[in-house]
């Protein structure tokens, strides 16, 4: 084979690497929006002659950021792995009454403690393991194409507590008809929060579109997800994920 010859075999190799190579794997960036509508919520308990109460704002949706990787090494099969972190903020009210004249009957007169709305922040971090399939292929030799694609998986989620009452118990057990230093109540709920993270699993069905150009990859999905015990009163969500990345 003549030196000329083996140029050729080389630049056509260099010519078709791109393309190859973007048909086995690629990862990226993964940005997520998880459509919700987390409804407010309320609690209180009565010791007498002391009654308290916790006040929950509810919030909408839910955004986040994280990464993911495909394989396409089984025909007519990918395999994808999604990682994410989604939250959204919302507010409480930590309310503590003494019924000074032992009526049964609280008033804000009455209050020893009241936080006031106090911010407080609520988020998941997800793992979602997903089968999919090209429907419609309309691709363009070397420079890529349009995949509309299908499919479905198992996911796995790590979520925040959310404020409630009985949180407010574990953190402060009789201390919580007494008044207390809400900047060490504030510390012991942040920490409470590290410690007692719940962990769900559950499984999603997802269809998108594709795009491909040379060793870029854009993936635009619709998934729902149906996990119990993320969001409260939630068994399942939609959302919209947006994967931007390259072939490796």
């Not at 479905?152 to 953190?171: R, T």
């Not at 109540?185 to 997802?206: C, P």
């Amino acid at each position: 084979m003549c030196i000329r010859d083996r140029k050729l075999i080389v630049s056509a190799f260099i010519c078709l690497l791109p393309v190859s190579v973007f048909a086995i794997a690629g990862f990226g960036l993964n940005v997520a929006y998880d459509q919700v509508i987390v409804n407010a919520g309320s609690d209180s308990k009565v010791s007498s002659p002391t009654e308290v109460r916790i006040l929950r704002n509810g919030f909408e949706n839910g955004a986040g950021a994280g990464g993911f990787l495909y394989l396409d090494v089984i025909p007519y099969i990918d395999l994808e792995v999604d990682f994410q972190f989604v939250g959204n903020t919302y507010q409480f009210d930590f309310q503590n009454y003494l019924d000074s004249n032992v009526d049964g009957a609280f008033d804000d007169n009455e209050m020893v403690v009241n936080t006031g709305l106090t911010d407080f922040a609520w988020a998941r971090g997800s793992v979602y393991y997903t089968v999919r399939t090209n429907l419609l292929d309309l691709s363009v030799p070397v420079l890529g194409g349009v995949d509309l694609n299908a499919g479905a998986g198992m996911n796995q989620h790590i979520g925040a507590p959310f404020m409630s009452l009985s949180l407010m118990e574990s953190l402060l057990g009789e201390d919580l008809f007494e008044e207390f230093d809400e900047e060490v109540m504030a510390n012991k709920i942040l920490d409470y929060m590290q410690e007692n993270s719940e962990t769900v699993q559950g499984f999603h069905v997802q269809a998108g579109l594709q795009f491909k150009i040379l060793v870029l990859t854009a993936l635009l999905n619709v998934r729902y997800t149906i996990v119990e015990d993320l969001y409260p009163d939630i068994s399942a969500f939609p959302s919209i994920n947006l994967n931007i990345g390259i072939g490796i």
